[in-house]
C-alpha cells in the first residue's frame, strides 16, 4: 500500500534583477521551484501531494499516469516513486524512442507503455483509462501534468511558500502573480488559495486547442469557487514545443544577467511574455510581481 511522504519541500523566493524592469519601475520575485530537489523538481511534486493521498486512501500501491518522451511530469513521478517506493507506470505519447528523459524513466524503475499517436489523443475519451485499471488493479490513475482539482489542491501551499518570504526582501505585499501554463493546474491551485485578493497571470505555453482555459474553469467550477481573478496571454509563440530565435536569443541573455537557468518551453516563454506586457504598458510603475520559475530544466536536453 502506498504511504504519502511527509515531505513539504521549500523553495526560496528571489529577486530578479534585469535591466527591463529597472526600467520599467517594476519589481518581480521569482520562486525557485526549480531548486527544491535535483530530480523531483518545478511544480510537479506539488501536484502529485494530493493524488498520493488519494492513491492511499483508494489502497493504492502506486500511480499510472501519461506524457511525453520529455515529460517532466512523468519524471518527476518515476523519480518519486523511487525515492520513496511505491510502483509507477507511464503512458506515454507516440511510438519506441529514446530520450534523455525516457532513459531517467526506466532508470527509476517506471514501467512503459508506448501508445503511438492515435492512442494518446484518445486520453480525454470516456472509458480510456478502463482497460488499464484492468490491467494495473493495485495502481491510481493520474491525468496527465498531475491536473484536475487534487493537482490544483497542492499548488495552494505555493501562495503561503511565497508570502513567508517577503519581509526577507523588504516587501510589504505584491500585487499579483505571473507563471507559465500547461495545463493550467498550478495557475488553478493559486487562484483558489487567493479567493480574489490578488489576480493570477497566466501565460500559456500551449495554443488555445490544448484547452487550458476550460480546464481551469473546470476545477475552479469543480472547488465551488465563485471569487476569481484571473486572466491568460498567449506565450506559445505559434505551438506547443515551438521556439524561435528570438525566444532563443532572449533566454540566454537572461540567464547571463541573472544566473538563473529557463527552459524554452514554459518558463522562457513565459518570463518574455512578461517583459513584452510591461513594455505594452500592462502594468504601472511600482507594481510587484511574484513570478513562479516551474522547473522542468531536466526537459532542456531535448534541445540540445
Known sequence: MLSPPDWLPQAPLEPLHLDWLTTAGIDVAILRLDRIDPLISGNKWFKLIEHLKAADRAGAQGIISLGGAHSNHLHALAAAGKRFGFTTVGLLRGHPHDTATVKDLQAFGMHLHWLGYGGYRARHEPGFWQPWREQYLQLHPVPEGGGGLPGAKGCRRLKEMACEQLSALGWSHYDGWWLACGTGTTLAGLVQAEAGEHPVYG??????????????????????????????????????????????????????????????????????????????????????????????????????
Do not use: N
Open 203 to 304: 501565460a500559456l505555453a500551449v495554443p488555445d486547442d490544448h484547452g487550458v482555459a476550460q480546464q481551469v474553469e473546470s476545477i475552479l467550477h469543480e472547488a465551488q469557487l465563485l471569487t476569481t481573478a484571473y486572466e491568460l496571454f498567449d506565450a506559445s509563440r505559434g505551438g506547443f514545443a515551438k521556439v524561435d530565435p528570438l525566444l532563443l536569443e532572449f533566454i540566454a541573455q537572461t540567464e547571463q544577467a541573472s544566473g538563473i537557468p529557463l527552459e524554452p518551453l514554459y518558463t522562457g516563454k513565459a518570463l518574455l511574455a512578461l517583459k513584452q506586457q510591461i513594455e505594452a504598458g500592462k502594468f504601472a510603475r511600482g507594481t510587484r510581481l511574484i513570478f513562479i520559475h516551474t522547473g522542468g530544466l531536466q526537459g532542456r536536453r531535448g534541445f540540445s
